[in-house]
């Protein structure tokens, strides 16, 4: 409700319209405004006033590698998912020519979510499944938004996960009180839902050769 409102997004659109895109460092910016305690003022604190070198940390990596938006996408989105909402309204977007209602889901899914997730906090995630008619496993990840998902099984995890099946028209509050917790990652979970409904294993198919190496791996882009 902070940002996104018509100023906020006529802002980004300004942005956007210089380069045709929004900057990932903007995107980043975003982000730790979300968050400015422990991803701005903690830094600050640290290394400009104590003189302390972060931590070498992979996830802090990972979070520094940021991705460019393009405009026309980053504008759709931000107006017609956020500020209006419309992904829960009956045939109101429109994409690749097909009207999407949600209702008309009828393939059960196994839903993620992450309990301290600053971004897409888990309680307003979980109001999804009122909307699909099928069945939902709902897995809520201990951490937040990247380490509740980048949580791979170590024998050393310290981490949990709550899990449920998620009955129509059930609250958040509901689910969680008849959830069983579980310790670890919630991976395996996953892998065995997906074993139940995909069949038998087989060998993966050979790769495409149609199109021409344009560039030796990881890609030119990363370098700019």
């Not at 409700?1 to 906020?8: A, L, M, P, S, T």
Request: hydrophobic letters at 40%.
């Amino acid at each position: 409700e902070v940002f996104i409102d018509e100023d906020g997004l006529d802002a980004i659109d300004t942005l956007m319209e210089r380069e045709g895109f929004l900057d990932g460092r903007a995107m980043a910016a975003s982000f730790r405004m979300l968050r400015p305690n422990s991803l701005i003022w903690n830094y600050v604190v640290g290394n400009y006033l104590l003189g302390e070198t972060p931590r070498a940390m992979d996830v802090l990596y990972w979070n520094m590698d940021t991705t460019r938006m393009p405009r026309a996408m980053h504008r759709f989105y931000l107006r017609e998912f956020y500020l209006h909402n419309r992904l829960v309204e009956a045939d109101s977007l429109t994409l690749a020519g097909e009207p999407i209602d949600l209702g008309r889901i009828v393939q059960e899914g196994f839903m993620v979510a992450a309990e301290e997730d600053h971004i897409a906090p888990w309680k307003q995630t979980f109001k999804l499944a009122h909307h699909i008619n099928a069945p939902l496993t709902f897995t809520l990840s201990s951490s937040g938004h990247i380490l509740g998902v980048l949580n791979p099984p170590s024998p050393t995890s310290k981490r949990h996960y709550w899990q449920g099946t998620v009955a129509r028209r059930m609250s958040a509050a509901h689910w969680r009180n008849e959830a069983v917790t579980e310790a670890g990652s919630w991976w395996p979970s996953w892998v065995a839902w997906l074993g139940e409904r995909c069949g038998p294993m087989v060998a993966p198919p050979a790769p495409s050769r149609t199109y021409r190496k344009l560039a030796d791996a990881p890609g030119t882009y990363v370098f700019e």
